[in-house]
């Protein structure tokens, strides 16, 4: 299985992304596909999650500001972020698998990451 994330780039405090994984088959595969994110220093932590019956979660750190969605058809996962702040800085990875817990890195397959940095 391979995960291919896109879509990072830079953008000032307040702009959008839209992050992208595409999965080398299909993502109803899986359990449940999801997004976490490193900053600088910091461990990896869990920013968004969609099962295959469509049960989402999110961090509460982007509650409100960033959603996650699915395209079966593509086998590809979004993740559309607004109005972001510079504590969101990091690199982005995709993870996909049967997770024991949605928020943990439990995760069976993971994608090579895309940066994203906010800052003006």
Sequence with gaps: VQLQASGGGLVQ?????RLSCAASE???TFYAMGWF?????????FVASITRTGIIHYADSVKGRFTISSDNAKNTVHLRMDNLKPE???VYYCAAGWPPTLTSPEY???????LVTVSS
């Design 13 to 17: 405090p307040g702009g959008s992304l």
């Design 26 to 28: 299909s993502i109803f």
């Design 37 to 45: 994110r490193q900053a600088p220093g910091k461990q990896r932590e």
């Design 88 to 90: 969101d800085t990091g």
């Design 108 to 114: 069976d397959f993971w994608g090579q990451g895309t």
